[in-house]
């Protein structure tokens, strides 16, 4: 056990231990296991599909984003091997396709560089994520984290919402955030979602209130690729069938993302937590 548990994390407790982390081998063989990369639960047919989308510019699957117009299908299946590990063939179009997870631990290990950057330079985050079952228990750790180090987590524009369609129909939408992590949410609760509008309300909530940006934001889905589009640094997990913040990173607008299936279970993520956290003590012990 690398650390003891906070209360009221969803999921769970967050954890908030730093200490000795994982070593590469260990997320490397944790990734395997737990199906974040290797063999993933996201079938290859869909992987196509959603690039099929981006490439024709659909809104829900740009995240906020403005891709270049070269991003047509087959090169959107390119960057993805080359990023994520999926497999190359653009003949082949059913079955399971894959994740490298030494592409995730290398994200990883610039994810972890990042945040480093924010726990030293105690600076000012705002954590938010698209999907709220899985990962923001993780956020919330790390917000607990840059708390402890003395940096601020941004939390404002709660409240703030639009009509949008779910699968319960039209429903009210609105911003939402629990232990320093935003997130989307309907009546029944938070939301999984792909849109950037809720970024964009919360970007606005700051103009609106003579506050500046955030120095980074940590998230994924549109709260990532939003903040990014907006010139914001932005960092961010994606899975395998979500191009769109690879080619974000490609073009150079989002700062980092990391290829892992983005939905095992919530306390799958810990030892990546442990992992981006103990690096950052390292880089404070050997005086980086």
Not at 35 to 49: F, I, K, S
Not at 111 to 130: H, S
Not at 236 to 259: H, K, R
Not at 263 to 283: F, K, M, Q, T
Request: proline residues 4%.
């Amino acid at each position: 056990m690398l650390g003891g548990k906070g209360n009221g994390a969803a999921g769970g407790g967050v954890w908030l231990g730093w200490g000795m982390g994982p070593t590469r081998e260990e997320v490397v063989a944790h990734l395997l296991a737990t199906g974040m990369a290797g063999q993933v639960a996201t079938p290859r047919e869909n992987n196509l599909d959603h690039y099929q989308r981006l490439a024709y510019r659909d809104p829900d699957y740009m995240f906020g984003l403005n891709p270049g117009r070269g991003w047509d299908q087959d090169a959107i299946l390119e960057l993805m091997a080359q990023k994520v590990g999926v497999d190359p063939r653009a003949s082949f179009r059913h079955g399971v396709d894959t994740i490298d997870p030494e592409l995730t631990v290398a994200a990883l290990d610039r994810y972890a560089a990042r945040f480093d950057k924010a726990l030293r330079e105690k600076q000012r985050v705002l954590f938010a994520t698209g999907h709220p079952r899985t990962l923001a228990r993780l956020y919330q750790r790390l917000a607990a984290a840059l708390t402890e180090a003395g940096g601020t987590v941004v939390e404002v524009g709660a409240g703030s919402g639009y009509d949008g369609y779910t699968r319960h129909g039209w429903q009210r939408l609105e911003v939402d955030s629990f232990l320093g992590v935003a997130t989307l949410g309907d009546a029944g609760g938070s939301v999984h979602t792909h849109s950037d509008r809720p970024i964009r309300l919360v970007l606005a909530a700051l103009e609106q209130a003579g506050a500046a940006l955030p120095d980074l934001v940590v998230a994924d889905h549109g709260w990532c690729g939003g903040a990014a589009f907006a010139g914001i640094d932005a960092i961010g997990f994606a899975d395998c069938n979500d191009p769109a913040l690879f080619v974000g990173e490609e073009e150079g607008t989002v700062a980092v993302s990391v290829p892992l299936d983005d939905g095992v279970d919530a306390p799958e993520y810990d030892l990546l937590g442990a992992y981006i956290l103990a690096a950052s003590e390292n880089r404070m012990d050997f005086g980086l």
